[in-house]
């Protein structure tokens, strides 16, 4: 009997998403600080996300910001406690940063170019919409 397999394409949230992965040796609350001033916006602590793994507890910070019209929705992940990794599949990656957008997202790629000639900044790269996926169940 022959399989059939259902493909899947982008949903609405991968779609009008961007997803960033960006390697630092410098703290969340500093890259957060980086990311607010070149983007101008304020991310702020939205939630840690607790995962019990190998017995032991680890809390992955997550900011946030959304802009007063709903139209922009920034979420900067902590993706690497010691070795651990809240998505296990982006390994080697410190930050991931996803914007959600009903507008122009060519706009905000162009000033994150500024972000990755920071000296604090050692990587940014944009990852494809696969990835997006096991982020989108820790956010609302």
């Known amino acids: 009997m022959k399989k059939s397999i259902l493909k899947i394409s982008g949903t609405p949230e991968e779609e009008d998403s961007l997803l960033f992965a960006i390697s630092s040796h410098e703290s969340d609350i500093y890259v957060s600080l980086l990311i607010n001033r070149i983007l101008a916006i304020n991310l702020s602590l939205y939630r840690i996300i607790d995962i019990s793994r190998k017995e032991e507890l680890l809390k992955f910070p997550v900011y946030f910001f959304e802009n007063d019209d709903a139209i922009e929705k920034y979420y900067l992940f ?33 000033k994150l170019a500024e972000l990755k000639s920071n000296s604090g900044i050692l990587a940014l790269h944009k990852l494809d919409s696969k990835s997006i996926r096991p982020l989108l169940r820790y956010i609302d």
């Open 78 to 110: 902590v993706n690497r406690i010691g070795m651990q990794y809240l998505v296990p599949g982006i390994k080697k990656i410190d930050y991931l940063l996803l914007i959600q957008s009903e507008g122009n997202l060519a706009t905000v790629e162009t």
